[in-house]
Each structure stands twice: as C-alpha cells, then as structure tokens.
Nanobody, 114 residues
Framework: QVQLAESGGGLVQPGGSLRLSCAAS????????MYWFRQAPGKQRELVAT???????NYVDSVKGRFTISRDISKNTMALQMSNLKPEDTAVYYC????????WGQGTQVTVSS
C-alpha cells in the first residue's frame, strides 16, 4: 500500500518562499498523475497543481507564475516550489498520487503572515 508524507510547511512572511516535498513509500507501480491540493479554513479543498506521467503540468490561475510543481520519478518524490507567497496562500497543503488508485498525504500547514 502506498503512503504519502508531506514536509516543508511553516510560517513565512508575505513575499517569501517555501518548498514542499511529498515522498511516496510502499509499492509504487504505475503513476498516472500527482497533485498538490490545499484547504484553507472554512473553504473547500482546492486543486493547486498537477503533474502527469509524461511531465505535463497545470496550475490554478491564482498560483501561475509563482508556484512550480516537479517530481523525481526515480525517488518517488514530488515538490512544490512556492515563491512570492501571499496571505491568501495560507492553507493546509496535501499531495495526492493517482495510479491504480489514489492516495492522500496527511497535509502540511503553510501560513503566510507578517
């Protein structure tokens, strides 16, 4: 069974940067796509970024030009580089992997505040 573990969250000032990581453990077979979602207090979970099996990426409009999703297939890891962070980016960030099935990570808190 595949498990995901996020890391790299924390408190950052507006305009700052953070790098989130997601590591997959267990038997990872074919991966169709990997995702980063986020959920702010009182809001629905939102898809932030996608990277497909062939490396294509997609972003929600609010993070385009500021966030970059990447992956290392050999290490079964994924990352989200976030720059020029804004208070509205504050949320719990979750990674998700879909292959034969889909799994979620436990989430990591990102707080953007002065």
């Amino acid at each position: 069974q595949v498990q995901l573990a996020e890391s790299g969250g924390g408190l950052v000032q507006p305009g700052g940067s953070l790098r989130l990581s997601c590591a997959a453990s267990g038997t990872v077979s074919s991966i169709a796509a990997m995702y980063w979602f986020r959920q702010a207090p009182g809001k629905q979970r939102e898809l932030v970024a996608t990277i497909t099996s062939d490396g294509n990426t997609n972003y929600v409009d609010s993070v385009k030009g500021r966030f970059t999703i990447s992956r290392d297939i050999s290490k079964n890891t994924m990352a989200l580089q976030m720059s020029n962070l804004k208070p509205e980016d504050t949320a719990v960030y979750y990674c998700r992997l879909c292959g034969l099935g889909c799994v979620w990570g436990q989430g990591t808190q990102v707080t953007v505040s002065s």
